[in-house]
């Protein structure tokens, strides 16, 4: 499985973005999905996911910026960023695992089997 990011860049405050990720296989094994960040200096965390039900999840900090989106027959995932903010800075990934359905801490990194290379995104003021 094979997951490969792209549409990162350097944008500034309040514009926006769309990364995509596609993934060579689209199935049971793959159908949770995320989209992680790691800013300069600090953890990578996860910033929202998108379940086999088509249901989406964000994190406090992206929540009404950023939108998922799946598109099945293209098996790619997208992750739309909007009103973006310095803060936003940082190289994306996403990455994937099995199972339809997750309680809390859903994002946890360690939970998931695939991951992308990542993307850069850079919001400058």
């Known amino acids: 499985v094979r997951l490969v990011e792209s549409g990162g860049g350097s944008v500034q405050p309040g514009g926006s973005l769309r990364l995509s990720c596609i993934i060579s296989?689209?199935?049971?094994?793959?159908?949770?999905v995320a989209w992680f960040r790691q800013a300069p200096g600090k953890e990578r965390e996860g910033i929202g996911d998108?379940?086999?039900?088509?249901?989406?999840d964000y994190a406090d900090s992206v929540k009404g910026r950023f939108t998922i989106s799946k598109d099945y027959p293209k098996a790619t995932l997208y992750l739309q960023m909007n009103s973006l903010k310095p803060e936003d800075t940082g190289m994306y990934y996403c990455?994937?695992?099995?199972?339809?359905?997750?309680?809390?801490?859903?994002?946890?990194?360690?939970?998931?089997?695939?991951w992308g290379q990542g993307t850069q995104v850079t919001v400058y003021s």
């Open positions: 990455a994937a695992k099995g199972g339809l359905l997750y309680g809390n801490n859903a994002r946890e990194e360690a939970s998931f089997d695939y």
């Open positions: 998108i379940n086999g039900y088509e249901r989406t």
């Open positions: 296989q689209h199935n049971y094994y793959t159908s949770f």
